[in-house]
């Protein structure tokens, strides 16, 4: 067969088949990242039937659907709303990362895996999955909740540190000692914090710039300009993600609402090309062996979100039952792991098996403690206080506008 048509057979097949799956887990109440990460074990190699024509291109792909899934994320948010959740979260984000970069650190150094490989997967155990976290409370309804905004706090923190972990961690695997280290690091920093200021002090200026009433020259422009500063930053050692996800935050108002209507459908198809390249890039056979660790791992990270939440909402002055529910929520994994092992798995290939593994688990896991956390805590709480009965709803039952209507007072007034 020819290259060109086997080429398209081939990614004919895989965007079919993917669209056939997402259906499939959308009919279930699943996200649909643990079945692609699936497809890709199937088709890569040791897999069922190896794609061969498609691979450079998948390959390509999977980075343009990095540099997609973090532009939409950095779209999502203004340097405004940033500046104010590093502000008053920054407790709950530090809490965070003790509690869950620790058990993959420590999980890290006990394989034998040395300082990268903990780092690495400290990030894959840290960040949770914004965009099955996003879906779950969407698909509950909770998104008027009192606990949202707590919920919303802790995701941006984390995606803003992820601005300086990912070139941390990029310039640990290149081994460029300590000095390039520091050096990559102040470069982000510095990088964050010119993004920041430019989008605090001049966002209306570079937003007028971008914009267009033409959605076709709108979604070049953008798109352009994100694939540039990404592979420039990737030559700063800064990292492509990084730079995408600053692109999203420096467009604001209109601009960023039409760039999220064009962009959303290239991200989701993009995305699923990149898991599918990470599940193709992995072994099937070489996740048995880690299971056991990788399940180990996930139940310790279970209860370490739990607690994340726990202590946010509590700060927050939320009831007992929304910091339950808070918790559970929080406990998925996905996007942002395989990202940080994808970048590591040239370096250190055995944290490729244990983090699909490991999403696999907690990506089933999430929606089920975001549904389930808080009922059986009120039961056992019941059942300790001894009494046969639900304890009466909380007045943080009561959905909210919107995390946007929120008003100061009420993070320091405890409900019931």
Do not use: C
């Not at 056939?20 to 497809?39: C, H, K, Q, T, V």
């Not at 990029?170 to 000692?177: I, P, Q, S």
């Not at 267009?212 to 050692?237: H, K, R, W, Y």
């Amino acid at each position: 067969m020819h290259d060109t048509t086997a080429l398209l057979v081939e990614l004919g097949s895989v965007i079919l088949g993917l669209g056939i799956i997402g259906r499939f887990a959308g009919r279930i109440g699943l996200s649909p990242i643990p079945l692609y990460l699936l497809a890709g074990l199937a088709f890569g190699e040791g897999g069922l039937l190896p794609l061969g024509a498609s691979e450079e291109f998948t390959a390509i792909g999977a980075e343009i659907g990095v540099i997609l899934l973090l532009l939409l994320l950095g779209l999502e948010y203004s340097a405004s709303e940033l500046v104010t959740s590093l502000k008053t979260q920054y407790p709950s984000g530090a809490v965070d990362f003790v509690l869950n970069a620790t058990p993959g650190a420590a999980a890290g150094l006990m394989l034998g895996w040395g300082p990268v490989g903990a780092v690495a997967l400290a990030g894959v155990t840290w960040i949770s999955s914004s965009g099955v976290i996003a879906k779950v409370m969407t698909d509950m309804g909770r998104l008027g909740n009192r606990e949202t905004p707590v919920i919303l706090g802790v995701l941006v923190i984390e995606d803003l540190a992820m601005a300086v972990y990912l070139p941390l961690l990029t310039a640990m695997l290149a081994g460029v000692g300590l000095a390039g280290g520091s050096i990559a690091l102040l470069i982000a920093l510095g990088t964050v914090g010119f993004v920041l200021y430019l989008a605090l002090r001049h966002g209306r200026l570079i937003s007028r710039a971008v914009s267009s009433d033409n959605p076709e020259m709108l979604l070049l422009v953008v798109l352009g300009l994100t694939v540039l500063v990404a592979g420039v930053a990737q030559q700063l050692q800064v990292s492509a993600a990084v730079g995408a996800f600053l692109v999203g935050i420096a467009l604001s108002g209109e601009v960023a609402e039409g760039a999220r209507k064009l962009l959303t459908p290239l991200r989701d198809l993009f995305a699923a090309v990149f898991f599918v390249f990470f599940g193709l890039s992995t072994d099937p056979a070489e996740i048995p062996p880690v299971l056991l660790p990788a399940a180990l791992l996930a139940i310790v990270t279970v209860f370490t979100k739990i607690g994340t939440g726990w202590y946010a909402s509590r700060r927050a002055g939320i009831g007992p039952r929304g910091r339950w529910r808070a918790g559970g929520t929080l406990v998925a994994r996905g996007e942002f792991s395989i990202v940080i092992a994808g970048l590591a798995v040239a370096t250190e290939p055995r944290i490729g098996p244990i983090a699909t593994a490991y999403v696999l688990i907690l990506v089933i896991v999430g929606p089920l403690t975001a549904r389930w956390t808080e009922p059986v805590a009120s039961k056992l709480q019941a059942v300790l206080a001894g009494r046969g009965k639900k304890p009466a709803a909380a007045a943080d039952e009561r959905p909210m506008p919107s995390h946007d209507d929120l008003t100061p007072e009420h993070a320091g007034r405890e409900s019931d």
